[in-house]
């Protein structure tokens, strides 16, 4: 049997560095930090020790042509409360060891473009900033309690199982982009739970193979950045969570939260609290495409009178909209294709705020009370001009749900609507329909008209007796001479055989002009029915 051949240690190596090189060559833990917690804060002003501090060159050596392991141990680098000084550069590089950083201090930025790894986890980390754009990972990415300063380059990174960044702050770039992972790719759940952020966050044409998360975070967008969310085109293959989080309360000693999870949980438990999803700004997510659904339950958007919550054109089996009402921008769901929309009356904004032109979605599940009323205010909201196509789909929805009788009230208020658009002829005619007929929707009202006009005709005909026109004419009938005026087209046997004089002739040609009028009003009615039938 050979022997394993000794290697040489660099004689150049600090007594820390040296530390860390047999540290990585057995795979254990190399731990810098102190027995003073404070001391340990990697995010703190105060100064750690030179003693605890290594040269980014040497990590680098270590990653990209490290020393074999020791026989029987697997070579890795884990470093906890360590600095190192200088700017990490593995651009390009092929890194093969699991690498995993502890609240750890970067001096400089890290510089990762087009690098390979394995798995890559800084937890609690301070870095002044990220750059790995086209990183790719065979397995999990996580940045989880990393502050960076001055943001996050992703862009074209590819991630192969989970990318996690719960808790973490970071601000923004000279861009005004706090996060930039156009073209993303990541191979199961982006887990972004609770983040802080302070500058755009873009997500341009990203690809998440499970779940996007971002329960209980906080976008801020800067006025370097349109948006705090610019995400168009983004594809998430299961659901795209922007809710609250039921999280466990910190107790303000670092590193004592769980690092790798919120602690969300489906209903409140004894020490923990709520915390929302927050929006400072704008949100774009424009033709993006998600399996499950979109979830906006207990959002909050703090937007500005020019920002939008942008869901033009989305595709999603199901929309959650139970968000807080945005008191200002515009919530626009123009050509979204949804097929089950789950809301509550008080998350929609008012007039003004909301644009849904061919918006198709085929079910609605309201989340609490929403009678019609609100729900024609919902529709009268984002139309503040007269537009038929969302009435004609929401009066669809309600029909294809067995609730015909709310349906014909929609397309009532959607006649109504239409009136106001209409010149001053249009109008008048338009108010007579409604006030007899209710343009038809209601045909029993036409029935008590006509029953109402029959009764007053026959008792006022039943006190006059007019003179023949024909030696061979019926028995005067009251009652059917009226029906016969009031009824068009069929005749009785009545009308043509007598002569009325003075106010009997103006009163018989009343009685045959509304008789037109609510046969027409009836049939127009029926046609409609007929059309939707």
Same mark, same amino acid.
Request: with cysteine.
């Given at each position: 049997?050979?022997?394993?051949?000794?290697?040489?240690?660099?004689?150049?190596?600090?007594?820390?560095?040296?530390?860390?090189?047999?540290?990585?060559?057995?795979?254990?833990?190399?731990?810098?930090?102190?027995?003073?917690?404070?001391?340990?804060?990697?995010?703190?002003?105060?100064?750690?020790?030179?003693?605890?501090?290594?040269?980014?060159?040497?990590?680098?050596?270590?990653?990209?042509?490290?020393?074999?392991?020791?026989?029987?141990?697997?070579?890795? =680098?884990?470093?906890?409360?360590?600095?190192?000084?200088?700017?990490?550069?593995?651009?390009?590089?092929?890194?093969?060891?699991?690498?995993?950083?502890?609240?750890?201090?970067?001096?400089?930025?890290?510089?990762?473009?087009?690098?390979?790894?394995?798995?890559?986890?800084?937890?609690?980390?301070? #870095?002044?900033?990220?750059?790995? %754009?086209?990183?790719?990972?065979?397995?999990?990415?996580?940045?989880?309690?990393?502050?960076?300063?001055?943001?996050?380059?992703?862009?074209?990174?590819?991630?192969?199982?989970?990318?996690?960044?719960?808790?973490?702050?970071?601000?923004?770039?000279?861009?005004?982009?706090?996060?930039?992972?156009?073209?993303?790719?990541?191979?199961?759940?982006?887990?972004?739970?609770?983040?802080?952020?302070?500058?755009?966050?873009?997500?341009?044409?990203?690809?998440?193979?499970?779940?996007?998360?971002?329960?209980?975070?906080?976008?801020?967008?800067?006025?370097?950045?349109?948006?705090?969310?610019?995400?168009?085109?983004?594809?998430?293959?299961?659901? #795209?969570?922007?809710?609250?989080?039921?999280?466990?309360?910190?107790?303000?000693?670092?590193?004592?939260?769980?690092?790798?999870?919120?602690?969300?949980?489906?209903?409140?438990?004894?020490?923990?609290?709520?915390?929302?999803?927050?929006?400072?700004?704008?949100?774009?997510?424009?033709?993006?495409?998600?399996?499950?659904?979109?979830?906006?339950?207990?959002?909050?958007?703090?937007?500005?009178?020019?920002?939008?919550?942008?869901?033009?054109?989305?595709?999603?089996?199901?929309?959650?909209?139970?968000?807080?009402?945005?008191?200002?921008?515009?919530?626009?769901?123009?050509?979204?294709?949804?097929?089950?929309?789950?809301?509550?009356?008080?998350?929609?904004?008012?007039?003004?705020?909301?644009?849904?032109?061919?918006?198709?979605?085929?079910?609605?599940?309201?989340?609490?009370?929403?009678?019609?009323?609100?729900?024609?205010?919902?529709?009268?909201?984002?139309?503040?001009?007269?537009?038929?196509?969302?009435?004609?789909? =929401?009066?669809?929805?309600?029909?294809?749900?067995?609730?015909?009788?709310?349906?014909?009230?929609?397309?009532?208020?959607?006649?109504?609507?239409?009136?106001?658009? =209409?010149?001053?002829?249009?109008?008048?005619?338009?108010? =007579?329909?409604?006030?007899?007929? %209710?343009?038809?929707?209601?045909?029993?009202?036409? %029935?008590?008209?006509?029953?109402?006009?029959?009764?007053?005709?026959?008792?006022?005909?039943?006190?006059?007796?007019?003179?023949?026109?024909?030696?061979?004419?019926?028995?005067?009938?009251?009652?059917?001479?009226?029906?016969?005026?009031?009824?068009?087209?069929?005749?009785?046997?009545?009308?043509?055989?007598?002569?009325?004089?003075?106010?009997?002739?103006?009163?018989?040609?009343?009685?045959?002009?509304?008789?037109?009028?609510?046969?027409?009003?009836?049939?127009?009615?029926?046609?409609?029915? #007929?059309?939707?039938?």
């Amino acid at each position: 049997m050979t022997e394993p051949q000794e290697i040489d240690t660099p004689d150049w190596l600090s007594s820390a560095e040296l530390g860390m090189w047999q540290a990585f060559r057995n795979g254990s833990t190399y731990d810098l930090s102190t027995p003073d917690l404070l001391q340990n804060d990697p995010f703190s002003a105060r100064p750690w020790s030179p003693d605890r501090s290594v040269r980014a060159r040497v990590v680098a050596l270590l990653l990209l042509d490290g020393p074999p392991a020791l026989p029987g141990r697997v070579a890795a =680098l884990k470093l906890r409360g360590v600095q190192i000084s200088g700017t990490l550069t593995l651009a390009g590089g092929n890194v093969a060891p699991y690498v995993e950083l502890n609240h750890c201090r970067f001096e400089n930025e890290v510089v990762l473009p087009e690098a390979h790894f394995t798995t890559l986890r800084l937890v609690g980390c301070a #870095l002044p900033r990220l750059e790995a %754009a086209r990183l790719r990972t065979e397995g999990d990415l996580h940045l989880p309690r990393c502050r960076v300063k001055h943001g996050i380059r992703l862009t074209d990174a590819q991630i192969g199982t989970d990318l996690m960044i719960n808790q973490l702050h970071v601000g923004a770039d000279r861009l005004g982009r706090a996060i930039t992972a156009d073209g993303l790719s990541v191979g199961q759940d982006f887990q972004a739970d609770q983040i802080e952020t302070y500058g755009e966050v873009s997500l341009r044409g990203a690809k998440i193979g499970v779940s996007l998360s971002l329960r209980g975070s906080r976008l801020h967008g800067t006025p370097g950045a349109r948006r705090a969310l610019n995400a168009p085109q983004l594809t998430v293959e299961r659901t #795209l969570y922007m809710t609250s989080a039921w999280v466990s309360e910190d107790t303000g000693v670092p590193g004592s939260t769980p690092p790798f999870g919120v602690g969300y949980v489906a209903t409140p438990a004894f020490g923990t609290r709520e915390e929302p999803f927050e929006c400072h700004g704008g949100v774009r997510l424009d033709d993006g495409r998600f399996g499950d659904a979109v979830d906006l339950g207990q959002a909050r958007f703090l937007m500005g009178p020019e920002d939008e919550l942008s869901l033009r054109r989305i595709v999603a089996p199901e929309l959650r909209f139970r968000c807080e009402r945005p008191e200002e921008g515009r919530v626009v769901l123009s050509g979204a294709k949804i097929v089950t929309l789950v809301d509550m009356s008080t998350s929609w904004p008012g007039p003004g705020g909301l644009a849904m032109g061919g918006f198709l979605y085929e079910n609605l599940v309201p989340y609490g009370l929403f009678p019609l009323d609100r729900r024609l205010e919902w529709v009268t909201a984002a139309t503040p001009e007269y537009a038929p196509e969302p009435y004609e789909r =929401l009066a669809q929805v309600l029909r294809n749900s067995g609730e015909d009788a709310d349906a014909r009230e929609v397309l009532l208020a959607k006649q109504r609507r239409r009136r106001e658009t =209409l010149p001053l002829a249009g109008k008048a005619w338009g108010y =007579l329909q409604d006030w007899t007929v %209710a343009y038809g929707y209601r045909p029993g009202r036409a %029935a008590l008209w006509m029953a109402v006009l029959w009764a007053a005709g026959a008792i006022a005909f039943s006190r006059y007796a007019p003179p023949a026109l024909q030696p061979d004419h019926p028995a005067w009938n009251p009652s059917l001479y009226a029906l016969d005026l009031l009824v068009p087209v069929i005749d009785l046997g009545q009308d043509g055989y007598w002569r009325l004089e003075g106010g009997w002739q103006w009163g018989a040609a009343a009685l045959i002009a509304l008789g037109w009028i609510l046969a027409t009003t009836v049939a127009a009615g029926a046609s409609r029915l #007929l059309r939707r039938s």
